[in-house]
């Protein structure tokens, strides 16, 4: 057996008005970040806008990557690690479901 630690600092942060703060509590980790969603729901109901204004009004720049849909597609979690590398982005942020979030987890580990 090999002896190691593992630390894996995950974040969820879920409640009512979650969706002003994100962009102070991600400036709090990262100037730059993917932001990572779904798609249709997060604009009719507002969030995205929401979501990327709070990210402006705290000087977080962001490259988006949505489109996950139920069981997430290698191909997409690919593309995720692809733009992380191209653009230096170290933290993402997954606006979303569950999803969302095992896409970004996926992207994470890549």
Known sequence: MIDFRFLCPTEIIFGKGAELKVGEETKKHANRVLLHYGGGH??????YDQVTDSL???????IELPGVKPTPRLSLVRKGIRLCRE????????????????????????
């Open 42 to 47: 997060i604009k009719k109901s507002g969030l």
């Open 56 to 62: 402006k009004k705290a000087g977080v720049e962001y």
């Open 87 to 110: 653009h230096g982005l170290n933290f993402i942020l997954a606006v979303g479901g569950g999803s969302v979030i095992d896409s970004a987890k996926a992207i994470a580990l890549g």
